[in-house]
């Protein structure tokens, strides 16, 4: 039995004020959604106020991204140390990080080891361009990002790992996928390739999150696939109702 998921990824969105404003209404409606694990991503500058306002309110906080050196002459960056001071959870290797930050399945394999070692929950993000998937090269593609990004951790950690399935073409574009392709992608390709790295057990007990342009409207469909284990939201997770309305779907 998997718990449902619920991620809002805020990307560069609100400042330090909007987001304690937007963390204390969230968190009025969250904190009484049982079920169902709440995860919110501000930017790292709204971390601290907003772990301030989340104490004792069942709702995790998460970092959009970090480094995967504990310290050091990085200029600009944030480490996994810094990142666990106030955070359980990390995403990486969003497909914005892939392609504006050049991110490779080679780097993201780093933090996501990084992550092992300092102990923080990853979401890893996988999927396909456009391109790829009028190429119809979906499956290869996350085949592939899954199988590298993930490589190279214990079994006992990857059971703590959230997999977010995300096609490109569906993030911030209103156009989501549907629930059957999406369900197949996660089914056939996502967790055979968590298989063949940690052996069907494990990869069955993973967590795979659907995610782009998911809204309350669509969330069920996604929700009610049978390999689907939540949501990473995006626009939506800024709009008070709708992030209800999403995480509330997705109480079985
Ligand atoms: P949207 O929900 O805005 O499409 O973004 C999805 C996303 O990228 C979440 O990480």
């Known amino acids: 039995m998997r718990t449902p998921f619920v991620a809002g990824n805020w990307k560069m ?13 969230l968190s009025m409606k969250l904190r009484d959604i049982h079920g169902v694990e709440k995860v919110l991503c501000p930017p790292f500058m709204s971390l601290m106020a907003a772990s301030a306002l989340l104490e004792g309110a069942g709702i995790g906080l998460g970092a959009q991204n970090m480094h995967w050196e504990e310290k050091g002459a990085f200029t600009g960056e944030v480490s996994p140390v810094m990142v666990k001071e ?9 497909s914005e990080r892939r392609a504006y930050f ?23 993000c996988v999927g396909e361009t456009l391109e790829q998937y009028e190429s119809k090269l979906t499956r290869e593609v996350v085949s592939r990002q899954t199988s590298q990004s993930l490589r190279d951790v214990s079994p006992a950690f990857a059971q703590r790992i959230v997999v977010a399935y995300e096609p ?11 629930g059957l392709e999406a369900n197949a992608v996660v089914k056939d390709v996502i967790r055979p390739a968590l298989a063949k790295l940690f052996g069907d057990e494990t990869a069955q007990a993973i967590r795979v999150l659907y ?8 969330a069920s469909e996604f929700f009610g696939q049978p390999d ?9 997770s800024l709009k008070i109702d709708e992030f209800v309305a999403i995480t509330q779907a997705a109480v079985i």
Do not use: M
């Not at 490109?168 to 549907?178: D, E, L, R």
């Not at 689907?228 to 939506?236: N, P, Q, S, T």
């Open 168 to 178: 490109v073409w569906a993030i911030g574009t209103g156009k989501a996928s549907n």
């Open 102 to 124: 050049n991110e490779t399945d080679d780097i993201v394999n780093r933090k996501l080891i990084s992550a092992q070692t300092f102990d923080l929950t990853p979401i890893v």
């Open 211 to 218: 995610g782009g342009s998911v809204t309350s409207a669509n």
């Open 86 to 94: 106030l955070c359980k959870y990390v995403i990486l290797g969003h």
């Open 228 to 236: 689907i284990d939540g949501a990473l939201v995006g626009g939506a």
């Open 13 to 25: 969105n609100k400042t330090i004020a909007e987001t304690r404003e937007l963390v204390f209404k």
